[in-house]
């Protein structure tokens, strides 16, 4: 699995050191929105967060982000992390020269082009436009606007130990904390649903003529699904195709994932199957996907709304 790093860089006052709780506040915010912007770009992505100390009068946290994509792929969505931290992200960015936005946010190795500008802002806009992204973002800079000994904070797409070139000065966190509040709004919010193409291993089909759920597997887990598409369900009970119900038995299909709102972030509740575009016997290719998932003991809940591909 390739990995790519995200470093949260925080500037800290001379001869002061953060509190745990501020710090351990604004990375749980942290990884809300990173969780949620990193969702509606590549659902197939995961990270995880690694502490490391850096220079005098500076700490570094540093995010790696894991996925079944290429390098350029994961490369551009830590850009597109890094740039949705801030408010007003979008304007900043197209703002600056090439060469500083290179400088800024990449390392020497990588070239972005005006269409890689212009896509990445189009991604940035995107994922703005969520309460989910932008509420915990908020709460961010509210829990380092409280600790006197943080004077600015930065994020860029690299593990590089050195100090970045834009950091957001202490004088403009209160401004980001509180910039766009949210709505007040006392109902639930209603459950979402998000369609997805993807392969899946077929792990159980039920043989009979029910409403059972298909067991399948894709991104790590394992998940129980509804097959709404009839014509599929009716080929394989009756034997009108030629998919030999065997191992490694792999489907297109569009699967729909019905989510609900808990605490400001969405969860999987519930999946369902609305069609198979087509399927294909290959042993060897769904090792290899069924080999990205964890341990049969991890796998008891199939339903849980935590679990299934995300």
């Given at each position: 699995?390739?990995e790519q790093?995200?470093?949260?860089?925080?500037?800290?006052?001379?001869?002061?050191?953060?509190?745990?709780?501020?710090?351990?506040?604004?990375?749980?915010?942290?990884?809300?929105?990173?969780?949620?912007?990193?969702?509606?770009?590549?659902?197939?992505?995961?990270?995880?967060?690694?502490?490391?100390?850096?220079?005098?009068?500076?700490?570094?946290?540093?995010?790696?982000?894991?996925?079944?994509?290429?390098?350029?792929?994961?490369?551009?969505?830590?850009?597109?992390?890094?740039?949705?931290?801030?408010?007003?992200?979008?304007?900043?960015?197209?703002?600056?020269?090439?060469?500083?936005?290179?400088?800024?946010?990449?390392?020497?190795?990588?070239?972005?082009?005006?269409?890689?500008?212009?896509?990445?802002?189009?991604?940035?806009?995107?994922?703005?436009?969520?309460?989910?992204?932008?509420?915990?973002?908020?709460?961010?800079?509210?829990?380092?606007?409280?600790?006197?000994?943080?004077?600015?904070?930065?994020?860029?797409?690299?593990?590089?130990?050195?100090?970045?070139?834009?950091?957001?000065?202490?004088?403009?966190?209160?401004?980001?904390?509180?910039?766009?509040?949210?709505?007040?709004?006392?109902?639930?919010?209603?459950?979402?649903?998000?369609?997805?193409?993807?392969?899946?291993?077929?792990?159980?089909?039920?043989?009979?003529?029910?409403?059972?759920?298909?067991?399948?597997?894709?991104n790590g887990?394992?998940?129980?699904?509804?097959?709404?598409?009839?014509?599929?369900?009716?080929q394989i009970?009756?034997?009108?195709?030629?998919?030999?119900?065997?191992?490694?038995?792999?489907?297109?299909?569009?699967?729909?994932?019905?989510?609900?709102?808990?605490?400001?972030?969405?969860?999987?509740?519930?999946?369902?199957?609305?069609?198979?575009?087509?399927?294909?016997?290959?042993?060897?290719?769904?090792?290899?996907?069924?080999?990205?998932?964890?341990?049969?003991?991890?796998?008891?809940?199939?339903?849980?709304?935590?679990?299934?591909?995300?």
């Open positions: 699995m390739i790093p995200v470093t949260i860089y925080f500037d800290l006052e001379p001869n002061a050191r953060p509190t745990i709780g501020a710090i351990g506040r604004a990375m749980v915010e942290f990884e809300k929105m990173a969780g949620e912007a990193i969702y509606l770009m590549e659902p197939g992505v995961e990270f995880s967060l690694v502490y490391e100390t850096s220079g005098e009068g500076s700490l570094r946290i540093i995010t790696l982000l894991r996925g079944v994509v290429t390098r350029d792929r994961l490369k551009t969505l830590a850009i597109i992390l890094t740039t949705t931290l801030f408010n007003n992200a979008v304007g900043h960015f197209q703002g600056k020269a090439m060469d500083e936005v290179v400088e800024a946010l990449a390392d020497e190795n990588t070239t972005l082009t005006d269409e890689d500008i212009a896509r990445i802002a189009e991604a940035v806009s995107k994922i703005e436009r969520s309460e989910t992204v932008k509420t915990p973002r908020r709460e961010f800079f509210k829990a380092v606007e409280q600790d006197q000994a943080i004077s600015g904070v930065a994020a860029v797409p690299n593990d590089k130990d050195k100090r970045p070139e834009v950091i957001v000065p202490r004088d403009e966190f209160l401004e980001r904390a509180t910039r766009h509040p949210a709505i007040e709004n006392e109902d639930v919010a209603e459950p979402r649903v998000v369609p997805e193409r993807l392969e899946v291993v077929l792990v159980q089909p039920p043989l009979i003529d029910s409403n059972r759920q298909w067991k399948l597997f894709a887990h394992e998940f129980g699904a509804k097959m709404l598409d009839e014509r599929f369900k009716h009970l009756e034997g009108t195709t030629d998919l030999r119900l065997a191992g490694g038995v792999i489907l297109d299909v569009t699967l729909e994932v019905t989510q609900v709102n808990e605490g400001g972030l969405w969860y999987n509740k519930s999946y369902a199957v609305t069609e198979v575009h087509s399927w294909r016997q290959n042993p060897q290719q769904a090792d290899l996907l069924l080999a990205h998932g964890s341990d049969d003991d991890e796998q008891d809940d199939q339903n849980d709304n935590k679990n299934g591909p995300r």
